[in-house]
């Protein structure tokens, strides 16, 4: 009986030494289809890093071929050519970095800008609170893509300058999201007795009010993420957003709108591109968030 | 419940007045000077400076700005840069198109999204309701542009049986309509479905059932009644993202409403055509949330009490 005891202590012990992360981890791992997504995101980010090994930017994907236009998937081209004889297969994995830069870098720039706002709403409370909810509504009364026409027309078309109408964009709901559960922790007790206690202002951000948004804040991430990926693609294709001879993948599709009867693999490539991409970020998130907080399923 | 509505309806000139401002600098944040375009090829700095002055671009961004909403509220947005033509002119015949666009869609997503939304709640976890759960996950990840293409390809260029582009007639809005609302209505369908499960687990449900009502008394009478509420909500917002929906469609589509203005603007730099366009757009936005508040507090009791109690 001694065994067991000593195993139930050690046992005790291990379980209490796990971090909430690791927890979420191992909730996350018996979903195969959230690694499934995750495997996806990750060979995203690979490809991204490794593209100038897999295609060579310049001499596939921008130099254009007159003798090698329009041609069909084929071993050489995995996916054909468009009409400019560049390689569809180069420009796609040479997309990802776009995509990249407008999913997660625009959204990390919101988020930034968003967890700060709903700190300080949260832990000024009022007169602050009230600031950052008239601003949000401002911003939120303008539709996302009249917001995104008028930035890409004042800053002209270029991908930094998508980059900013998308973080800008986003905000609003980045921070609807998190100055609400900020709030609710704030009303904590801890958080008194923190003050209570002599705790500064940017101590009790860091070391209470912070860990507990951040489930919040990485769900809202992953949403904002995709939205934003499906956005800059939009923007693009509609002639707002990146410019010509970027391998943009909304722009791909915008440029071969005119051969698609004849060529319709022009068509779907770089739309599955899209379609996967955002499929892939949202399935994950969606998981991520009922593993992260079983409370929060369904409400985000 | 007046003094809400009063008050709400006074909040609509502040909420514009901040909204248009920030529209009118990041707009005028554009280099793109206007005398490129309308000045002859030789032009010398003198016939620059005087139609800079005569254009009031002379003057600091605040003035231009006031200039600019003072003539906006008689209806006069000043002339295009890149083709002399009166702004209100070129906008008028192409509002009605983008309205009528986005208002049949929203009556399209409402008529099929909302029996499709009882389905799934009423049969959960059934067949029906993993197929659609399914799908409108799918549909989340799909960008609109692309199922407009796609289904361009199919129905229009390979089978031919609607044109691809233009208004010829009423069989020019089925594609348009079509595809703007597809990606809605799987939201509708969640909105109303987790709208009606919440309103089924309710005590009064139960209440009812043992009484003996029938299944489909209890559902269309009681259930239905209290789940329409958010639906309402969920129907005018669907009308705002439809309104920015159908700038990217009318552009697959070719159609000449505001939004394949807008963009073809900002293509070349006309901001007068761009800010027009952008605050008629987010005066639509804006007055439609106003709707929308008035009619949620007007519908729910809960609602229209605290406001009453309030003011």
């Known amino acids: 009986m001694k065994g067991t005891e000593n195993d139930n202590a050690?046992?005790?012990?291990?379980?209490?030494?796990?971090?909430?992360?690791?927890?979420?981890?191992?909730?996350?791992?018996?979903?195969?289809?959230?690694?499934?997504?995750?495997?996806?995101?990750?060979?995203?980010?690979?490809?991204?890093?490794?593209?100038?090994?897999?295609?060579?930017?310049?001499?596939?994907?921008?130099?254009?071929?007159?003798?090698?236009?329009?041609?069909?998937?084929?071993?050489?081209?995995?996916?054909?050519?468009?009409?400019?004889?560049?390689?569809?297969?180069a420009r796609i994995v040479h997309g990802t970095r776009i995509a990249i830069a407008m999913g997660f870098v625009s959204t990390l720039a919101a988020i930034f800008v968003s967890v700060i706002m709903s700190c300080l709403a949260a832990i000024y409370g009022n007169r602050t609170d009230n600031f950052v909810m008239r601003v949000v509504d401002v911003i939120s009364s303008i539709p996302n893509l009249v917001m995104a026409i008028a930035i890409c027309s004042g800053l002209g078309q270029g991908l930094w300058q998508l980059v900013v109408a998308l973080a800008f964009g986003s905000i609003p709901y980045a921070t609807k999201m998190c100055r609400s559960v900020a709030?609710?922790?704030?009303?904590?007790?801890?958080?008194?007795?923190?003050?209570?206690?002599?705790?500064?202002?940017?101590?009790?951000?860091?070391?209470?009010?912070?860990?507990?948004?951040?489930?919040?804040?990485?769900?809202?991430?992953?949403?904002?993420?995709?939205?934003?990926?499906?956005?800059?693609?939009?923007?693009?294709?509609?002639?707002?957003?990146?410019?010509?001879?970027?391998?943009?993948?909304?722009?791909?599709?915008?440029?071969?709108?005119?051969?698609?009867?004849?060529?319709?693999?022009?068509?779907?490539?770089?739309?599955?591109?899209?379609?996967?991409?955002?499929?892939?970020?949202?399935?994950?998130?969606d998981y991520l968030r009922d593993a992260l907080d079983p409370q929060l399923k369904g409400k985000v | 419940m007046l003094g809400y509505v009063i008050k709400r309806i006074l909040l609509i000139p502040v909420i514009l007045l901040i909204v248009t401002f920030l529209i009118y600098i990041l707009v005028n944040l554009s280099p793109v000077d206007p005398t490129y375009n309308l000045l002859p090829m030789n032009y010398t700095q003198e016939m620059a400076d005087e139609l800079h002055r005569e254009m009031g671009l002379d003057k600091p961004i605040v003035v231009q700005y006031f200039n600019w909403i003072r003539n906006a509220l008689h209806g006069d947005f000043g002339f295009s840069w890149s083709s002399r033509i009166d702004v209100m002119e070129q906008m008028r015949p192409r509002i009605p198109i983008t309205l009528k666009l986005s208002l049949i869609t929203?009556?399209?997503?409402?008529?099929?999204?909302?029996?499709?939304?009882?389905?799934?709640?009423?049969?959960?976890?059934?067949?029906?309701?993993?197929?659609?759960?399914?799908?409108?996950?799918?549909?989340?990840?799909?960008?609109?542009?692309?199922?407009?293409?796609?289904?361009?390809?199919?129905?229009?260029?390979?089978?031919?049986?609607?044109?691809?582009?233009?208004?010829?007639?009423?069989?020019?809005?089925?594609?348009?309509?079509?595809?703007?609302?597809?990606?809605?209505?799987?939201?509708?369908?969640?909105?109303?479905?987790?709208?009606?499960?919440?309103?089924?687990?309710?005590?009064?449900?139960?209440?009812?059932?043992?009484?003996?009502?029938?299944e489909s008394e209890v559902i269309f009478r009681e259930a239905l009644r209290n789940a329409v509420l958010p639906l309402i909500t969920a129907s005018f917002n669907q009308f705002v993202m439809l309104i920015s929906g159908a700038v990217v469609i009318e552009r697959v589509f070719a159609i000449p409403g505001l939004g394949s203005m807008v963009i073809e603007a900002v293509g070349q730099s006309d901001l007068p055509i761009v800010l027009a366009c952008t605050t008629v757009m987010c005066v639509i936005c804006v007055v439609m949330t106003l709707i929308q508040d008035i009619v949620y507090g007007l519908v729910d009791p809960r609602i229209k009490a605290t406001f009453v109690g309030r003011s």
């Open chain 2, 106 to 214: 929203t009556f399209v997503i409402m008529i099929i999204g909302m029996p499709l939304g009882i389905l799934c709640a009423v049969k959960q976890y059934s067949i029906w309701d993993n197929i659609f759960n399914v799908s409108s996950k799918m549909l989340g990840a799909v960008p609109q542009f692309w199922l407009a293409l796609l289904f361009m390809l199919l129905f229009c260029l390979k089978l031919g049986w609607l044109p691809s582009y233009g208004l010829k007639g009423w069989e020019s809005y089925i594609m348009p309509i079509v595809t703007l609302a597809l990606p809605s209505i799987a939201t509708y369908v969640r909105n109303t479905r987790s709208s009606m499960l919440d309103c089924i687990r309710k005590d009064y449900i139960r209440t009812a059932r043992s009484k003996g009502a029938k």
């Open chain 1, 10 to 89: 050690l046992l005790a012990k291990r379980v209490k030494a796990r971090s909430a992360w690791a927890e979420t981890w191992d909730r996350l791992k018996q979903q195969p289809v959230a690694m499934i997504a995750l495997g996806g995101i990750v060979l995203i980010f690979l490809i991204a890093i490794f593209g100038d090994l897999i295609a060579n930017y310049k001499d596939l994907a921008i130099a254009q071929n007159a003798a090698e236009k329009l041609q069909p998937p084929s071993l050489r081209h995995l996916f054909g050519t468009d009409r400019f004889g560049r390689d569809m297969f």
């Open chain 1, 183 to 285: 709030l609710s922790v704030v009303q904590n007790e801890f958080i008194e007795a923190t003050r209570a206690l002599g705790g500064g202002t940017w101590y009790t951000i860091r070391r209470h009010l912070l860990p507990n948004i951040a489930s919040i804040t990485i769900v809202t991430f992953t949403g904002t993420a995709a939205f934003n990926i499906l956005m800059g693609a939009t923007l693009s294709f509609i002639g707002l957003g990146v410019k010509a001879p970027r391998p943009e993948w909304g722009l791909m599709l915008s440029e071969s709108m005119s051969y698609m009867t004849r060529y319709p693999y022009l068509a779907i490539v770089p739309g599955l591109a899209i379609v996967l991409t955002a499929l892939c970020i949202n399935t994950f998130g």
